[in-house]
């Protein structure tokens, strides 16, 4: 056997006998990565962490000891918080606590119903008012006249225009958040439009359609997944103001906002009825806007943090 044979044999027996460094199992990696990303990024771990307990209470609410939030007991009303009944109950005597739990369903509702329509909507009138010239000074007129207007104030004119129902108060808080999202995505297009890559797929003869699909409209999504968080919990808000001064949901329907307004006539007497929907409204409102705060930092190429 040649020297060259026996270098190549010492060098294979060298590799084989060197121990193999152990592999990270997937559940630490994924630990680790996890561990990174809240480092990195903890407003939207807390954010997130808020927002899955509040839609757990809503989902589960059956399940965390509840009772009918609408079975009215007058021999047990205004009672104070206690063992028996954990938030007291109102002057009907309805447990406050299931209707807490019950009406998270409403305010969660209606703020993602609302984020998803009004920014599939908006994406879609302001990817047209961005893309064609000639309709854009249209779009954008009507865009300016809808956003002179308060948006509780053109809920409210849209609410008394229909009945109370909770599938009539997400279609007026969407027809008041369409113009914000058309005119957030028309200006993200204008600035597009410029680029290179774009005008390369106008010169290659691309039609339009294609080029707001492949060129456009991915390039969208972060700043529209944003603002979508935003919309959450401004509908959410516009929702409980609604149902407080009676232009929203039902008073047969528990939600935040009705239950505070039943309270308000003795609120300095028995403040927990008021309290409790209030304090679930702030916490809930507070996790959305930490997740799209936490969002806007990841997403956002030219954050500080990421530079």
């Not at 994924?30 to 962490?49: D, E, L, N, W």
């Not at 509840?66 to 938030?87: C, H, K, L």
Request: proline share 7%.
């Amino acid at each position: 056997m040649s020297t060259v044979e026996h270098s190549e044999a010492d060098r294979g027996a060298c590799f084989a006998a060197a121990p193999q460094l152990p592999d990270v199992h997937p559940p630490q990696r994924i630990r680790g990565r996890f561990a990174s990303f809240a480092f990195q990024h903890p407003t939207i771990v807390v954010g997130a962490v808020l927002l899955v307990l509040v839609m757990g209470c809503a989902a589960f609410a059956p399940l965390l000891g509840t009772v009918d939030p609408g079975a009215v007991s007058p021999a047990r009303r205004t009672r104070v918080p206690s063992e028996a009944y954990w938030f007291g109950t109102d002057m009907l005597g309805r447990d406050v606590y299931s209707r807490v739990l019950y009406g998270a369903r409403v305010s969660l509702i209606v703020g993602l119903s609302v984020a998803i329509l009004s920014s599939v909507i908006g994406v879609f009138i302001g990817l047209v008012a961005g893309f064609v010239r000639p309709l854009d000074a249209i779009i954008m007129r009507a865009t300016d006249a809808m956003m002179s207007i308060p948006s509780i104030l053109l809920a409210i004119a849209l609410m008394a225009l229909s009945r109370g129902s909770v599938q009539n108060v997400i279609l007026a808080i969407t027809v008041a958040e369409i113009p914000r999202v058309t005119r957030l995505v028309r200006g993200v297009v204008l600035s597009l439009r410029e680029q290179p890559y774009v005008e390369a797929a106008v010169a290659a003869g691309a039609r339009t359609p294609k080029i707001i699909r492949q060129c456009i409209l991915p390039n969208t999504l972060a700043p529209i997944t944003v603002q979508a968080t935003y919309i959450c919990a401004s509908a959410m808000i516009t929702e409980a103001i609604l149902s407080f001064i009676g232009a929203g949901t039902p008073t047969s329907i528990p939600s935040w906002g009705n239950i505070m307004a039943e309270g308000r006539a003795i609120w300095q007497v028995k403040p927990y009825i008021v309290f409790f929907p209030a304090v679930f409204l702030s916490i809930t409102v507070l996790a959305v806007n930490l997740l799209g705060d936490g969002l806007r930092d990841a997403l956002d190429p030219r954050s500080a943090k990421r530079i």
